[in-house]
């Protein structure tokens, strides 16, 4: 009877640790969720892309978007893009997110999701100041790196509330930043690598780990 007292023991041990971590986590984040954001940022990339070639033609690392005055009439078209691509990747995100916690049968507005969303939008919305003042003063090739910056900053931050994995990300959204600093004309390509490609494959490995059915 001894063995039995054991495993009912350690099987009672790891229940408590899962609810304890269904409490303190927020575990529901879809690798869908990713992998829509990563699409989503490429198109939104592409787009940029084709309408600075609009503005000029020859252009090919994008140092016009730089290179326009703060109050030029253009650069409204890029900010309308920013947004819509912003929206559009987190409505997804949302779907695949709350699809995924109903899956499981977990509540997704808890203490865990809120400690989760306000430790993601502080240092995203911080950064956010840092951009508009970027880009009033007409440093526009700064938002990028700013933006990937403060949101692996963020990624980092929220990692103590939900899948632990997303702080690996954050790290290289960080180093991404920083290195395109010194190469700012690059980037709307380093902007369609932090939020696009990197967020694609951490889409897919999330997937793979959390979200994939045994035996597919």
């Not at 309408?51 to 890029?78: C, E, K, Q």
């Not at 440093?139 to 990692?159: E, K, Q, R």
């Amino acid at each position: 009877m001894q063995p039995d007292n054991k495993d009912t023991s350690l099987e009672a041990l790891k229940d408590i640790r899962t609810i304890m971590d269904r409490s303190a986590r927020f575990i529901s984040l879809s690798g869908w969720s990713g992998i829509w954001a990563g699409s989503t940022a490429m198109v939104g990339a592409f787009l940029a892309y084709k309408m600075l070639h609009t503005l000029d033609p020859d252009i090919r690392d994008g140092y016009l978007l730089g290179a326009l005055n703060p109050l030029d009439s253009r650069l409204v078209y890029f900010v309308i893009l920013a947004i819509v691509v912003f929206i559009v990747a987190l409505a997804g995100g949302l779907f695949f997110t709350i699809r995924k916690a109903k899956r499981d049968g977990i509540v997704v507005w808890n203490q865990a999701s809120r400690q989760l969303l306000l430790h993601l939008f502080f240092p995203i919305i911080a950064g956010g100041f840092f951009c508009v003042y970027f880009f009033n003063d007409g440093f526009h090739y700064f938002v990028a790196p700013a933006c990937l910056v403060f949101y692996g900053l963020a990624l980092i931050s929220a990692s103590k509330f939900t899948l632990s994995d997303i702080r690996y990300l954050g790290m290289i959204e960080v180093v991404l930043g920083c290195i395109n600093l010194f190469f700012p004309w690059y980037s709307l390509y380093f902007w369609a690598a932090g939020f696009g490609v990197l967020h694609i494959l951490y889409g897919i490995f999330m997937w793979n780990k959390y979200d994939k059915k045994p035996g597919r």
